[in-house]
Structure formats: structure tokens, C-alpha cells
């Protein structure tokens, strides 16, 4: 199983720090003359300081220059800090430190995501900092939720894949982001009548450590069922379906290497050369990692390619599994071709494996698991003697 991650949002979720924010724009809203009250203040969960204003002065139809702007941020977030003063470890939601430390234990990588620039400062509070691996610094993200971008380099700056990924928000505004990261969605006592997350919980005390990993498919299954869409139709010489062949090279990964990014690449292997998915799209969904694993499979036939080329970019890929990943897919097929009916095809695959493929890979040298691939490819070509 590859690396997992936890992202949450931190108001509403890991603390309720909603009713400070409340109370600091009730106070200034009623200095500026302005209606605000419980209810609208739902519309500022999840979004920056500056949204929020925006949307209270648009509640009031009422504009200010850009000056006076700033200069009442300035004075909600002051009175708001001198708010923050007044938490302790007491105001973490029921459950969270329990789900945090199985989390840990679990070594799934914990971070938050806020539009708070408090966030550190809150954490403090809380005692909880060191629990996360990464806080997202809400100064860097330009695009607030339901934007994406958050989220998106959360799982980034920790090295996951976003389908490897579980985000917990309880706005809509944050629902949406998750989603559109392409993350597992967690709504905590969210009411929307337009967003449905993908496993809702009424609060944090429903948190649960196992039930979470029990609900969300493993990015392995989710490459497998992808896979098999794209290749949809599509059938070998012999008649079988082609997913297949991905499946036995995807599984044959599994067994032999085992690391579930390199599984992943065995199952997208020819996903780019085949199907209309590209390399953006896989990025999106699996990492680069995965999409620059998948692109050095693909053969790009331009008019500088060369089979000899697209086959040293290979042997030389800074990942070794690419090539243990190419040696498989070249075992399967060359099983394969007992059943085809293309006997002109049989000898010129054969002839290449023979007299280019394997020459140009033991000129390199290889790990002891390449080494026996390769032995086990010469001893498939010789069932063709």
C-alpha cells in the first residue's frame, strides 16, 4: 500500500473556532452599522478573511475603497487573535485527538488546510502542532475554496497522490474543493442541499480510524478500475480483452515490487500510447510520480523515434521499476503471441526481443530482480524454437 494521507480543515473540524469569527465580525459589522447575524455568518465557513467581508458587505449592498478595506480586515483580525487567546486543549472536538493518534500509528501523514493565517497560532493553542506533518500556509494560496489549490498542494507538499488522499471539511465551500482535487471527501455535519460528500458523518465523535480506511479504495483498485474503463473494447490479436494484459503485468508488479505507485504505472503503462487519457489527466489523478512513470512507457512515435531510443530512455529512468515494469509487459506479451494469428508480427517481435531488446538491457547493468526477468524472457523466446 502506497502512502496515505489525512488533510483537515481546521475550523469546524479539529476546533470551532466559527463562534470567535462570528463574534469578532458581529462587533465590527455593528461599529460600521452593518446587518450580520448567526445565520449568515454560515455563508463565511471555509472562506478567506477577505471573502468573508466581501460577502457581508454584499449582504448590506455596500462597497468601501480599497483603503478602508484593509484597514477593517486589520481590525477584525486583531480583535479575532485577542479571541484565539482564550483556547485550550478543552476546545478540541470530541474525538479528534483519539482519531489523530490512530491515524499516526497507522503512518498515514496528517496536515490542515485553512484560510485562516491563525492556523499555526491555533494549533499552538491546542497543543496539537507536531501532530502535523504539513500546515498549509494560507499567504501562498491564491485561489481560496472551493477552489481546489489548497488541498491540491497539501498533497503535494507530503508526496501523495491525491486519490491517495482523505480530506475532512465541514462547508460546502470545502466539499467542493476536496472533490474537485480529486480527494476522498469527509463532510462533518455539513447542510447543503447541492453538495454531497463522499461519506458524511453527523460530527467528529463519529470519526472513526478503521471505518475510514474500510470506505476508501485503495489508489491500486482505483488504477485498476480506470484501466480497465480506458481499455474498454479494445482486444488483443487472440481475441481476449486488453485490459488483461495490463491486469497480469499490474499484478505480476504487485507481487514482485510491491510499492502501489509502481502498480499504479503498471496499470496506466499503456494507457497514454492507447486510450485519450494524457499526461495532465494522470497527474491530476495519481502524482507525477505515476504520470512521468507512464509517459517513459509511451511511445511517442515522432519523426525521431526509434525503438532503440524509446528503449534507453527506459533503461536509464531515474525510477529502476519502469524497466522491471517494461521487462514484464514484454514476458506477457511474448506469451501472448502463441495465440495470435499474425505470424509476420510473431517473427518481428520475436527477432526485436532477441537481437535489440535484451542486448541493449544486459549492456546496462541491472538488479537481481531484472537479472532474473530477463532469464525468464530467454526462456520464453526458447518455447518459440
Avoid at 483556547?87 to 489523530?100: A, C, R, S, V, Y
Avoid at 490479436?237 to 507481487?255: I, M, W
Avoid at 502524482?287 to 509511451?298: N, Y
Avoid at 537481481?368 to 526462456?379: G, S
Wanted: with cysteine; charged share 30%.
Amino acid at each position: 500500500m502506497g502512502k496515505r494521507a489525512f488533510i483537515f480543515d481546521l475550523d469546524g473540524v479539529l476546533t470551532d473556532t466559527a463562534r470567535l469569527h462570528y463574534e469578532a465580525w458581529k462587533e465590527l459589522s455593528d461599529v460600521l452599522g452593518l446587518k450580520f447575524n448567526i445565520e449568515d455568518n454560515e455563508r463565511l465557513k471555509g472562506v478567506s478573511r477577505r471573502k468573508s467581508f466581501d460577502i457581508i458587505l454584499e449582504i448590506n449592498r455596500k462597497s468601501y475603497s480599497e483603503e478602508e478595506v484593509e484597514r477593517y480586515l486589520e481590525q477584525k483580525n486583531r480583535r479575532y487573535v485577542s479571541l484565539l487567546d482564550t483556547i485550550t486543549p478543552n476546545d478540541i472536538l470530541p474525538g479528534i485527538l483519539e482519531f489523530l493518534n490512530n491515524a499516526r500509528e497507522a503512518g498515514i501523514l496528517l496536515a490542515v488546510v485553512s484560510a485562516s493565517r491563525n492556523a499555526d497560532y491555533v494549533l499552538e493553542r491546542l497543543e496539537i502542532k507536531e501532530k502535523f506533518d504539513y500546515i498549509a500556509d494560507a499567504n501562498l494560496i491564491s485561489k481560496p475554496k472551493p477552489d481546489p489549490e489548497i488541498f491540491t498542494v497539501c498533497a503535494e507538499a507530503l508526496g501523495v497522490a491525491p486519490l491517495n488522499c482523505v480530506g475532512f471539511e465541514d462547508a460546502e465551500a470545502g466539499i467542493i474543493a476536496i472533490q474537485k482535487a480529486n480527494i476522498f471527501a469527509v463532510g462533518i455535519g455539513v447542510q447543503s442541499d447541492t453538495v454531497k460528500p463522499d461519506l458524511a458523518l453527523e460530527s467528529t465523535s463519529d470519526l472513526d480510524i478503521n471505518m475510514i480506511l474500510e470506505v476508501i479504495i485503495s489508489i491500486e483498485e482505483k488504477a485498476a478500475a480506470l484501466a480497465e474503463k480506458l481499455h474498454k473494447g479494445q482486444t488483443r490479436d487472440e481475441g481476449t480483452p486488453y485490459f488483461s494484459h495490463v491486469q497480469n503485468v499490474a499484478l505480476r508488479v504487485k507481487e514482485l515490487d510491491g510499492k502501489a505507485e509502481n502498480v499504479v504505472i503498471a496499470y496506466m503503462h499503456d494507457s497514454m500510447e492507447d486510450t485519450e487519457i494524457k499526461y495532465e489527466e494522470i497527474c491530476t489523478l495519481f502524482g507525477a510520480e505515476v504520470a512521468d512513470g507512464v509517459k517513459s512507457l509511451t511511445k511517442i512515435k515522432d519523426s525521431e523515434y526509434s525503438f532503440e531510443k524509446y528503449l534507453l530512455g527506459i533503461i536509464n529512468d531515474e525510477n529502476p521499476s519502469i524497466l522491471t515494469i517494461k521487462i514484464i509487459d514484454r514476458i506477457d506479451n511474448i506469451k501472448s503471441l502463441k495465440k495470435s494469428p499474425k505470424a509476420n508480427k510473431i517473427k518481428k517481435y520475436l527477432n526485436e526481443t532477441e537481437n535489440v531488446f535484451i542486448p541493449l538491457i544486459e549492456a546496462r547493468p541491472l538488479s537481481d530482480l531484472n537479472k532474473e526477468l530477463i532469464e525468464e524472457l530467454k526462456n520464453e523466446l526458447m518455447k518459440y524454437e
